[in-house]
């Protein structure tokens, strides 16, 4: 399935790294135990340095989370998921608010039956209120190696990297009554674990426990953002100074290059949009669809 996903619709991988350059393409650096904990399956998942190991097996899934918050910023994570039958498995890298008007920016991965391409599964939640899916398949095989997933949020928009190429970008139209989030501090979350009453395929493919232990591989966890100490830190993160890089000009939006890859991502790799489910919403698609995104 892989190599037909990277037949004639494939871009050189020369020039995917040379427009993939200029957003830190190179390795992370982060120390898991100076920056997460595992608040969850700790009896069978590992954290050393810079790695760690989610595991899922019949007695529970695992999961971590950062020891702070954060307010704007860049979160790079490197992340190797479970390879063979994946199906029923979710491995979930978000941010999030606590509290029923919570914010919250997704990265998942859903698993699938051995040969069968993982999927991408974007989402924001602003204000509790969530729905935004955006998804895709990846143009690569995710469980082969290391690739780095980014949540890259600014007051101007939210951006999902893979790999330094931009997938999905959420622009900031506060101003025209459309939620964003930039009051709340988010803290960075991530888990393995049993979904599969609707993973894959609707819930059709369940887990195979024959397959167990499932193992997700991370390193180098980055966490390049504003610190979140309440609610004075609203006004201090945002503030246009050299301390908050990413408020700086170059990240108010993505350059021509950018754009190009997260055209050619969106018409080759993604297969589901929310803006376009018309069925979904009634007609009453939401407002920032009719928005540009970049």
């Known amino acids: 399935m892989f190599k037909i996903m990277a037949s004639s619709r494939l871009l050189s991988l020369s020039n995917l790294f040379i427009l993939a350059i200029a957003f830190h393409l ?8 100076d920056n997460m904990y595992i608040n969850w399956g700790a009896h069978h998942s590992w954290m050393q340095g810079n790695d ?4 899922l097996d019949q007695s529970a899934g695992s999961g971590v989370q950062s020891k702070g918050a954060f307010l704007f910023g860049s979160i790079e994570m490197q992340i190797k998921l479970v390879p063979g039958n994946s199906a029923g498995t979710v491995t979930a890298y978000y941010l999030s608010s606590t509290g029923d008007k919570h914010d919250e920016i997704d990265f998942e991965f859903l698993g699938n039956v051995s040969g069968q391409p993982y999927i991408i599964h974007t989402n924001i939640f602003t204000q509790g ?3 935004r899916e955006q998804q895709f398949y990846p143009w690569f095989d995710p469980t082969a ?10 007051p101007s928009a939210v951006v999902w990297y893979v790999d330094g190429i931009p997938i999905r970008v959420y622009k900031n139209y506060q101003s025209q009554g459309i939620l964003y989030p930039n009051a709340q501090g988010m803290k960075v979350y991530s888990s ?4 599969d009453n609707w ?4 819930g059709l493919d369940k887990i195979d426990w024959t397959n167990a232990p499932f193992i997700a591989k991370y390193r180098n966890f980055a966490p390049r953002a504003c610190p979140w100490y ?3 830190s609203i006004r201090q993160c945002a503030a246009p100074t050299p301390n908050n890089w990413y408020t700086s000009y170059e990240y108010s939006q993505l350059s021509y290059a950018k754009q190009g890859q997260m ?3 969106r018409n080759n790799y993604m297969i589901y949009d929310y803006c376009k489910d018309k069925t979904r919403f009634n007609g009453q698609i939401p407002g920032e669809c009719f928005k540009p995104q970049i």
Not at 26 to 33: A, D
Not at 192 to 195: E, G, H, P, Q, V
Not at 199 to 202: C, L, S
């Open 26 to 33: 190179v390795s992370v650096n982060g120390m898991f135990s």
């Open 52 to 55: 760690l190991q989610l595991v």
């Open 129 to 131: 209120a969530g729905g």
């Open 145 to 154: 190696d290391y690739h780095n997933y980014t949540i890259h949020w600014n």
């Open 192 to 195: 393995l674990w049993n979904a």
């Open 199 to 202: 993973a894959t395929r609707g």
């Open 230 to 232: 309440g609610p004075g």
């Open 263 to 265: 055209n050619w991502v």
